[in-house]
Each structure stands twice: as structure tokens, then as C-alpha cells.
């Protein structure tokens, strides 16, 4: 077919996708600047990987790499020496890579000492991202996870600390819980395993997971000390897509030095022409994320993030006391920026609708919401999820709390049966019959091997 007709049927099928913008399920960047998207079109065309034809570009990602992991204060011997890390496609990428480095050398360590490598684990809390249960079941290790309470919606790291056994390749961190925001004590978490390390003779890390928190965190809360100022941690992921205010699929991970990253795992690679090290699960991938990272990198520098960040979390405080000032809504997440730049909140009062119809009464008005249920063993608890981006604006949140408020109103008004035949509609509604592709014939699979739901679709 023609390049223009071919052209304007995709065009007209993608109309009816979401807008991005009024996207509020997703940590995900939705808007860039007009020099960034132009930097980016302009470099569609080069492949990451080819090193030796694109030098600037392994150059401006090796600067990244130098740039995050001084925000995370990583050690270093002098003030130019190089860190340790590399892009990813996102904080899924990063994690797997991390987790795999833990895993290697755990392995090297008992190797050497002639004991068995058959059982590793790994500790998490049960709030952990899918992208851990990937890591867990790809690389064949028994997630070991502190189960969340009303009390405490993420890790209690006693807990965690309580589970290391000789076996333990590691023990993950959240900066910034998908569900609520929240920042897990890295610092309590780093002196009781130090202690329980001591004691035992083990050398178990931390991997601290920053998907969505390492860009923030450094500018709203630098005293909060969660990074490689802490002794145990080895390594750090971090979304360059999610407050790295970059299009998506961009990622970093970063190690604490070359002793965390076993060298078997480099390969090294001479035929693009030059002598290079890869470590990353992909060989080929675009290099215009990444040079749109260093874009907004120099562009902002620290001052520019530190007003970003500050502002997302005063929108934040906004909407949630507002929300709070309604009586209607409890208020999960933190606010003055103890937690991410989220709301998350649920009906305070017991009614015949739910959170996942004021979810969907929202979604008619163009914004996406999302619902879902807490992490597995409080599956009971049902969530609202709003999160606050650069493009989230005072005016943003203003019709936004009209619309929730016209909902919660409308579906007051609703008795069972009319709830009911709105609940049957949406089922049926095309957006629901969605299929993956890997599983044509079943719903995508969210149920972890109890049959719980281990994620909220929608959730990342
Ligand atoms: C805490 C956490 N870890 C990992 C991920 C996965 O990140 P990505 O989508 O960049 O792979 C997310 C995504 O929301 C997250 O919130």
C-alpha cells in the first residue's frame, strides 16, 4: 500500500490509545523537550552497540554512567576515575543484571571454598516489582519475601535480615515501593546485615532497586543516606524513563566497584572493530534514549532537578490533602517528600462500588487511574494510584479532583444492579479483551503460583 495510506491507518488505530499524558498509572516520561525529541529523531538511525563507528555515543553513555553513579556516591579513587555500569533498557534489565552479578559471585566465593551452590536465595520484600520475580524464575533462585502488613506496606528489614541464611546471593532494597510510594530503610537494613554478616562470616550486598526514587531522592532528600554511602550496598538500578525524565526504555545499572562484577561476565568483543566489553542482555539497541538522557542531564545539572523534583512533590502534597480534605479517601502514600511524588489512597467508607469502579468511572473522562490490590497476603486492600510527573500540572490535578469527585458522586447514586451492568460493559469492552501475544488463548497472566495476584496490570 502506499506510504501515506499505510501511514494514516496506523495513525487512525492508535487514536484509540490512551493519551499519555493523562497516563497517571505510569512512573513513565511522557513529555521532553522539543531539542530533546529533535536530538533523538536525528540519531534513530545508530545502533548502540556499534562502538567503534559511533564513539561519541559510547562516550556520552560512559559520561552517564559517571554522572549517576556520583549521584549515588559511589566510591571513588580520584576524581576522575571511571565507575562501573552501563545502560539498560530499563530498571527490568538492570535488575537481572545485578541480581545475575550477586549470584556469580556468591558462587565464586563458595566454589572456592569447596561448599554447594545448589540453593541460592534472595531477599525482598513482598511490594517488589515483577521485574524481581523475572530475576527470581529467569535465574533460577528462591525469592525469599518479607510479607508486607497493614502496619507496614513495604519491607521491614529485621524481617529481611531475619531470612539470610549461608545461601542468600542478596537482599533488595525499594527506593520508592510501586504501590505506595514509599522509601524502604536502607540505612537499618545495611547495619543489621553488617551485624548478622559479622557474626556468621557471610558477605551478603544490598541491591538497592531506584527505579523510580534514585532520581529523586538525591534532590528532595539528600540527607536521607540509602546509596553507596552504606557499606553494604553493591549495586544500584535506576530508570533513566521514570523520573530520569527520559522517553522510554532507558535504564542504569551501577556497581560499587570492579570486586562486585565478576569479570567472567564481561564479554569481550573485538569484531565491530575495536577491543569493547558488553555486559547487558541485548547486544543491539538504539542510542537515541541514551543521548536524550545526557540531554536532560546537562541540560537540568542538579539545580534543575532539585526544582523539578521539589515542585512534583508539592503538586503531590497538593492533591493529597485535598483528596484527604474530602473525608472520603484514606491516603496510603508519604508526603513533603518522605516518599515518590505519588498519591495513593483508598474509600474510607464501605459502599457498594469499589476502587476499581472509581477507576473506570475516570477512564471515561480520558484519565487512567489505575486500581489494584497490595502485595500478596494483603490482597484485601484496594488501591488508587496517582502518579505526579513533570507534565502533572496544579491545574492538572484541579480537574482531576472535580472528575474524581463527579464519579464517587455518580456512583453513590448507583444501587447494585445498575453497578453490576456497568461492571458486565466493561468486562466486555474491547480494552478488556485485550490478549498477549505470547498466550493468545488466556487473559495475561498476573497470578503468582498460589493463584494471588502477584502484580497490578498497569502498574509499572
Ligand atoms: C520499584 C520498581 N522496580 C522495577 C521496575 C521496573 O522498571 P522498568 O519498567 O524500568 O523495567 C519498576 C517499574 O515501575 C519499579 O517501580
Known sequence: MPANVAYRLIKDELALDGTPALNLASFVTTFMEDEAEKLMTENLSKNFIDFEEYPQTAEISNRCVNIIARLFNAPMDDAHAESLGCSTVGSTEAIILATLAMKRRWQLARKAKGLSTENPNFIMGANCQVAWHKAMRYLEIEGREVPCTKELLYMDPKKAVALVDENTIGVCAILGSTYTGHYEDVQTLDSLLEAKCKENGYDVGIHVDAASGGFVTPFTVPNLVWDFRLPRVHSINV?????GLTYPGIGWAVWRGKDYLPEDLVFRINYLGSDQASFTLNFSKGASNIIAQYYVLIRLGK???????????SNADYLSDQLEATGKFNILSEKSGRGLPLVAFNLKAKKVYNEFDLSSKLRERGWIVPAYTMAHELEDMKLVRVVVREDFSRNRSEILLRDILAAISLLDSLDEK??????????????HRHRSALSPNAAPNTKGKAGKAKTAPGVC
Do not use: D, V
Not at 303 to 313: D, P, Q, R, S
Open 239 to 243: 530508570s533513566g524513563h521514570k523520573y
Open 303 to 313: 539545580l534543575g532537578f532539585t526544582h523539578i523534583m521539589k515542585n512534583l512533590i
Open 418 to 431: 445498575a453497578l453490576e451492568s456497568h461492571r458486565k460493559y466493561r468486562r466486555s469492552s474491547a480494552r
